[in-house]
């Protein structure tokens, strides 16, 4: 058996270190590397936690044995490998698993995500059984929601094959249930044993006029250099407004504006650019930035690059950049203690202010880190303030208990041939659910795991997921084939509800739908995919169209399901500019084009109900959705089908058919048979010649792309 001494010998070698620091001393002093019990480690941020790991993961390589690490995001995939082959590389197979990946069975560490990992057992448990330990990292996820949800199944099927495990985290109350639970030893790291001090503190904003508070705060900070800052809020349109504030009062200029524009320029494809854009642009200049997910990802890119390299001095952001990824700052400031909602607010959890506080504190901005929450009245001063900066954490509990959630997971079972009450049973006995549960019955709480398993299995059955099928067990029927088959290849998640009514719509309707009125119903019976309107703007050709033909008079009902439909059919189908949708529909156009595409992959669904159903599905529909895929024309799909051929190369081409006099005088019909008409008439060397000449912006490779398109017609 290989010793302590020679596992810390193999770290130091593989990491370049000489000596261990204050939290990996810590849990090598505690022994664990000498038990095969499973842990969670808690230490702050940036105090060297994955090292703890890392030490048990060399014990584990030296004894020829795998290891899954996983974590909840794709963008931490990545970061991780490279860390990992810097390290093993040379000696030992590092595979970085998407989450579109199904089997992973040829490599020593496997960087992968919760679901992926939750996925492959259900399909080859013959191949996650192999895994000597897993390390889940960012624990702390199981407070969230959905990922939290996500994190108790990857826990339960590694409960259930029995792996070594050991949990990471930098934020989580220390509650003996989650420990019992999982049957492990906590490992404690106290915050002095992070790099960097991290100051908390607060901003006392409540006595300034609420116009003049965000000028306030720039110039306490401002005045005391506390930048780099990330300063978190709780919505996307009070990143831009905020930043926009900032930059006004700045005056100095951190990059120039034409640098910007150039960057900007290449991102895009031309020289117009969204209001978006142009006021992200405008901040840049000033050192202020914007970040959040309605932005393009190039241009996230290119914020988050220009914000390690000192040209953003502050960066306000949703809590996209609280998780994981690497993005360290002097400064994070809280600035919104709520998330707003129609129905109410609910503060944001201590643990995410804790996970935001984390980019804080880097030594190469000093040797202290600073977080800051933001009081704004008087009852934020006395009531919220405090909780954040005492650390009174949440407890973690389950999210699986949740009715949709519960559902999916029983159809998960039956897909993967888990298909017997049993088999069932089994599964959620094992879950942080049914620990919790059989604790609250032992407080006289009745519970019954089987009669709750029982009652949402009814459910299923009377939704028509699925039926039983005696001995044999639970078999779905065609609405849960297609349904489970769809979650687990796109990994969305959108409510049952959801395609049990997209399968209701379909009976009543007895036939394919491909038009706007469809369109409609998909955005209403799948809101997840809707878009909202631009801050605080409407547009009145939205709202006179849906006054007038669905006879809706109130205009706060003519919201995301109307203005996602209209711009979609009217602005994305119709292979309209970005700058053109935004001023049309008032909607961003980036996550519009992301919204088309979800509708797009729920017609799989749809077409494959129809089929289920025995229905005809016209060759329309195909189009339909493919100029839903695509963003384009009935004219356009030839050719935006190409690889290289864009939507933005093919609508220039289009526009020029559409207005150049000789088109218009000497060639009729489609797209194609202008061009292939022309092509036929003027000779491949005029054919190139007037693409290249009259249409700005396309290039030579592009215009080879539609030289290749027209021959094939020939």
């Known amino acids: 058996m290989v010793s302590s ?14 000596s261990l620091r204050k939290s ?71 595979f970085p698993s998407s989450d579109r990946d199904v089997t992973f069975n040829n490599a020593d560490i496997v960087v992968t995500t919760f679901e992926t990992f939750y996925r492959n057992d259900l399909r080859r448990p013959d191949i996650t059984s192999t895994f000597s330990l897993v390390v889940i990292d960012e624990f702390h996820i199981l407070y969230d929601r959905l990922r939290g949800y996500n994190l108790e199944k990857v826990l339960t099927v590694i409960k259930l094959l029995n792996i070594q495990l050991i949990c990471l985290s930098a934020t989580f109350e220390i509650k003996e249930e989650v420990a019992e639970w999982l049957d492990a030893e906590i490992i404690f790291i106290p915050a002095d044993a992070r790099q960097v001090e991290i100051n908390h503190n607060y901003i006392d904003l409540s006595a300034i006029p609420k116009p003049r508070q965000i000028n306030a705060m720039y110039r306490s900070l401002e005045e005391r250099e506390l930048y780099p800052a990330i300063i978190f809020c709780t919505s996307r349109p009070y990143t831009k407004t905020r930043a926009e504030k900032f930059s006004t009062e700045s005056t100095e200029t951190i990059t120039p504006i034409r640098e910007i524009r150039e960057k900007f ?23 202020v930035a914007f970040h959040h997910s309605q932005l393009r990802k190039e241009v996230k890119e290119y914020v988050e690059e220009s914000f390690r390299n000192g040209k953003i001095k502050y960066l306000f ?18 600035y919104d203690l709520s998330f707003g909602s129609r129905t109410g607010s609910t ?16 030594s190469e901005f000093g040797d202290k880190g600073y977080a800051y929450v933001v009081a704004k009245d008087g009852t934020q001063l006395e009531a919220k303030v405090p909780k954040y900066l005492e650390a009174q954490l949440e407890t973690a509990g389950t999210h699986i208990d949740e009715d949709d959630y519960f559902k999916k997971t029983i159809l998960e079972l039956i897909f993967s041939r888990k298909n017997k009450q049993n088999d069932i049973l089994i599964f959620f006995e094992k879950t942080f659910f049914n620990y919790l549960s059989s604790k609250e019955e032992q407080l006289f709480t009745p519970f019954s795991l089987v009669d709750t398993i029982r009652e949402k299995m009814v459910e299923l059955v009377k939704d028509g997921f699925i039926f039983n099928a005696g001995a044999s067990g639970f078999e779905l029927l065609p609405l849960g084939e297609v349904t489970i088959d769809f979650l687990f290849k796109t990994f969305k998640q959108h409510e049952l509800k959801s395609f049990f009514d997209l399968n209701r719509y379909l009976e009543s309707k007895g036939e394919v739908e491909y038009d706007f009125n469809f369109l409609y119903e998909m955005y209403k019976m799948f809101p997840e995919c809707t878009v909202g309107r631009i801050y605080r703007k409407r547009s009145d050709i939205i ?6 033909e669905y006879r809706i008079r109130n205009r706060n009902d003519i919201d995301k399901p109307e203005y996602s439909t209209y711009a979609t059919y009217h602005g994305w189908m119709q292979n309209l500019d970005e700058v053109q949708i935004e001023d049309r529909f008032k909607v961003n156009p980036h996550p519009l084009a992301w919204s088309a595409r979800e509708i797009r992959d729920l017609l799989i669904v749809y077409k494959e109900l129809a089929d289920s159903m025995r229905l005809d599905v016209p060759d329309e529909f195909t189009v339909f959705s493919d100029r839903l895929r695509y963003g384009v024309t009935k004219d356009e799909l030839p050719f935006v089908k190409i690889r290289g051929l864009g939507r933005d190369s093919v609508r220039l081409v289009s526009i020029f058919c559409r207005t150049s006099p000789i088109f218009i005088q000497e060639y009729q019909g489609s797209l194609l048979n202008k061009l292939t008409q022309f092509y036929q008439d003027r000779g491949e060397e005029e054919f190139i010649d007037v693409l290249k000449n009259e249409i700005r912006g396309i290039g030579d490779y592009r215009i080879g792309k539609f030289v290749e398109r027209v021959k094939e017609e020939l």
Not at 33 to 52: H, M, Q, W, Y
Not at 322 to 332: E, L
Not at 347 to 362: E, S
Not at 543 to 548: A, E, K, L, M, S
């Open 24 to 94: 990996q001393q810590i849990a090598y002093d505690s022994g664990y590397l000498e038990r095969d019990s499973n842990f969670i480690v808690i230490a702050p941020t940036d105090a060297g936690k994955t090292g703890i790991a890392q030490m048990l993961m060399s014990k584990k390589l030296m004894a020829g044995l795998r290891i899954a690490y996983l974590v909840p995001i794709k963008a931490l995939i990545n970061e991780k490998r490279d860390a990992f082959q810097d390290c093993w590389g040379e000696n030992y197979k590092v």
């Open 317 to 334: 952001s949703t809590t996209t950049l609280a998780y994981g990824v690497n993005f360290p700052a002097k400064t994070v400031v809280l």
């Open 265 to 287: 320029a290449e991102i895009r494809g031309g020289t117009s650019f969204t209001e978006n854009q142009s006021s992200l642009m405008s901040c840049m200049e000033k050192g």
């Open 347 to 362: 503060d944001v959890p201590v643990h995410t202010y804790l996970q935001m506080a984390g980019r804080a504190g880097r």
């Open 5 to 18: 001494e020679e596992i810390k010998a193999e770290y130091f070698k593989v990491t370049g270190y000489s």
């Open 543 to 548: 709202q006179n169209f849906y006054r007038t």
